[in-house]
């Protein structure tokens, strides 16, 4: 049997010893020893279907920026229109290089003047570099080391939070319960500080919960002592975002990707892509205008053996595509992938192979998610619009 | 009946010149769940140490080696309804593929069980 891992000089999670207590095993990744599964991905990734799952996402590098004319020097760096970013709301986005690549996607909350910013672990440390390089002087880039991320997703999060006694921070706000997809507040937890936002990355309902490190411990072993909750490793993290056609950063998109062709026009708000003035502003609005020459699309394969990243994408003998990510879908119980392919060959339904060890296997481009999205939205009122 | 077990984690059970062969209990603890298995077809000529079949998890692919040459008799058609049988019973109903050995010789140097365990346990 070939061997699948390798070392490198890495880093502890602060729950690390928590993680080894539940059977955890722990594997190299963004230079942390992570949890890869406790009990088994398949079991794990079926419990955050139907239950809550508990995710240790403390890789990930969390950032406030602050001071003086904060709004617009985030405008020079970040696509995002600040004006439509209300206090207590979060939104997807990304930091671009100059020529309209993507160095890393990010989640950004509006904290009441100051901005809570969410990034990649592998990448945290170069996006810090370029934030502080961007930044005017009289910006205040603050790295929140001190603290760990959790993130509670599943059907049942909502009902699990609200077994913990957690109030909201500031007089108005609802109970966590009671927030909205992409809603993000201060809440406490006797006196615990913790910033939850109603978000995730597996396609199900669910929340991301900052919390200090010295705490995470105390509300990692209070959340999955309730009966909805269990512990899940990144294997099933990967496997649930794949099939909510989430893209994974350093693999689906990359610096040699740009946000359009990547699918990602929405991460461009809707002034930015008339006005530009943000980093490969040029390249972007010209592909939002023309369209471009490759689209990131969804695969369903047949039978059972997956195609993953690398593998080659034909029409006939004509090469039209890359797999950037894949594996076994869980829920639908068979192969799926994300590729690039040109855009003659996008379209829902088009038949095409990938190359997986010298074989052929046929598949067809079908729309993402794979899996139906489980967000908990507002809801809407009789004009339609959002209240 | 004899089994050897080989530095990669593959068991031969060994009757006569025909022999069975899988993957060992550790390896498909490392694995985790399988999902796929692709089993060589009958006929197939393999080669010491050379590639003979691939076991999917749901991270990973990785290939599953022949302990010694010679010709495929079978596959483990069982696998491809139930590639967990790999995780259930990877020493038993699990096996991947029998084969006739080419040269028994081959079998030399390939370890015993408590011989296979020793070197498990000093992973």
Known sequence: ?387 | MTRYFTEDHEWIEVDGTSATVGITDYAQSQLGDIVFVETPDAGAALTKGGDAAVVESVKAASDVYSPVSGTVTEGNAQLEEDPALVNTAPEGEGWFFKLTIADPGELDGLMDEAKYKEFVDGL
Not at chain 1, 271 to 285: K, Q, Y
Not at chain 1, 326 to 331: A, E, K, N, Q, Y
Request: net charge negative; aromatic share 6%.
């Open chain 1, 1 to 387: 049997m070939s061997d699948i891992e390798e070392t490198v000089e890495l880093e502890a999670l602060p729950l690390d010893a928590w993680h080894r207590a539940r059977g955890a095993r722990m594997v190299p990744f963004a230079g942390y020893e992570m949890p890869i599964q406790y009990e088994g991905i398949l079991a794990e990734h079926q419990w955050t279907r139907e239950h809550a799952g508990l995710f240790d996402v403390s890789h990930m590098g969390q950032l406030e920026v602050s001071g003086d004319g904060v709004e617009a020097a985030i405008e020079e760096v970040l696509p995002i229109d600040l004006a439509t970013l209300k206090p207590g709301r979060q939104r997807y986005s990304l930091l671009l290089a100059e020529n309209g690549g993507v160095l890393d996607d990010l989640m950004i909350a509006n904290r009441g003047g100051t901005y809570y910013l969410v990034v990649n672990g592998a990448t945290k440390w170069d996006d810090i570099g370029h934030l502080r390089e961007l930044l005017p002087d009289h910006v205040t880039l603050n790295h929140l080391a001190d603290h760990a991320l959790l993130a509670l997703q599943g059907p049942e999060a909502a009902q699990a939070l609200q077994r913990l006694d957690i109030r909201p921070f500031l007089p108005g706000w609802p109970d966590a319960a009671g927030l909205t997809f992409m809603d993000a507040g201060p809440y406490m937890w006797g006196d615990v500080p913790l910033g939850i936002s109603r978000s995730g990355y597996t396609g199900e309902d669910g929340f991301e919960i900052s919390v200090r490190e010295a705490d995470v411990e105390t509300l990692a072993e209070a959340l999955c002592g309730l009966p909805e909750v269990k512990p899940i490793g990144l294997g099933a993290r990967d496997s649930l975002r794949l099939e909510a056609g989430l893209p994974l950063y350093g693999h689906d998109m990359t610096p040699d990707t740009s946000p359009i062709e990547a699918g990602l026009a929405f991460g461009i708000n809707k002034r930015r892509r008339v006005e530009g003035g943000f980093p490969g502003a040029e390249r972007i609005l010209r592909e939002l205008s023309e369209g471009t020459a490759r689209k990131w699309v969804g695969l369903a394969l047949d039978g059972r053996m997956a195609a993953r990243e690398g593998a080659e994408v034909y029409s006939g003998d004509t090469k039209v595509g890359t797999v950037t990510s894949g594996g076994f879908s869980p829920t639908l119980g068979h192969p799926i992938a994300m590729a690039y392919v040109d855009a003659a060959h996008a379209a829902p339904e088009t038949p095409l192979e990938i190359e997986v060890r010298g074989k052929r296997l046929p598949a067809k481009v079908v729309p993402t998610p794979f899996v139906r999205h489980r967000y908990h939205r507002p809801k809407r009122n009789q004009t339609g619009a959002a209240k």
